[in-house]
């Protein structure tokens, strides 16, 4: 028996394009995760799918996103395919709206408020869940969940939040769970979904985050896909499917000194973003940050950031790029710059000395304040002052680029 586990697809939701030209493509992107998840069901011969969660980005999704769905389970029901959802925080299960209004099919199972387990007889199964009832669910859902029978393998269909759990940024704790009791449980699988990050948490039973298999943004980088598991008696196989059609990549080289050559660095950028194959077509997003001294200064600082980015998209086949180069900069000795009398040293000393004084960088804080992000102002006072050094790097590294005259013969530091 093979079962799918795939999780917040968030049909209907926005990808993030980072190119006019990849516009079309991030409107389709998640529709066509479920197309490839379909695909993959039926070249691999899936007899369950268990979908946890933030199926639709909203509780109101838009007709495409109501299509795309159709669509999938009735090629799903065609194949025989047993689907089961449990409705997230975002597609939750509310009176009027999309689940309690869905169609019913054969074979096909929308868990709803009350805890519900279905048993698969045939196969020795008991599959359990149930839905959010609203999108600030605060019940621990898994505690609700019917047992399975005695001789049944139960299977646990849940959009959950684990505290412990990686996850990127904040994650709001709707239906909080402990991971110790999934691991005590009577459970053989836990299906997840709310964290988009694929995991696994636990192996006896087996506790899987599926992530999602469509990134959002830049910042939901990194594999996406779902996990095809394999049952066979008692134990359970997982793989993780990489499936995303558009996958984003994050990539932060600060250390660049041994990249001497244009080509060095773009062998160093492939070589970070590596990603699992997948047995579909993707295009690549990158979001590069070229930070500290490198002696790649001059040829990546003679033209607009515009022009080098569009020069190192094409050397790398991206379909978008983010780069920043805002702290790199020449190999040079800012504190020996600094001893110097004339505007760079000027410079240096004096940025250095306000990164030092407690005191300068809170009237800088506050000469800012004005212009800042309400993100940037919501910040502890701590976190604040360290992204107010980070500006004074970026300050250093460019009057270092503007104003360093290399090895000549009107610099004496370098
Ligand atoms: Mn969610």
Redesign the pocket.
Known sequence: MRILLAA?LHLGGPVAALDEALEPLAAQAKAQSLERLVELSRRREVGLVLLP??VFHTPEPPLGAVLALQKALAAWSEMGTRVFIAP???DPWLTGGVWEKWPSTEGFTIFGLEAQGVELADDGLWVAGMAHASERESRDLSQLLPPPPPGRTGLAVL?ANIAGAPKPGDHEP?APAVLQNLLSGPFALWAL??IHIPQELGQHPRVLYAGTPQGAHLGENGPKGAYLLELNGGALRAEFISLAPLVFHDLVLDDLMGLETPAALVARVRQGMQAPASPWPQEHCLRLKLAGPSPLWRVLGREEPSAVAASLKRELGLAGLALDMNSLCPPADAQALAQRPDVLGRTLALLAQVAEDDKALAALDEQLAKSLHPDQRRLPPEERRAWLRSLLAEARSLALRGLWQGQGDNNDAA
Do not use: E, L, R, S
């Open positions: 917040d969660g933030d997230g925080n975002h959009h709707y979904g709310h």
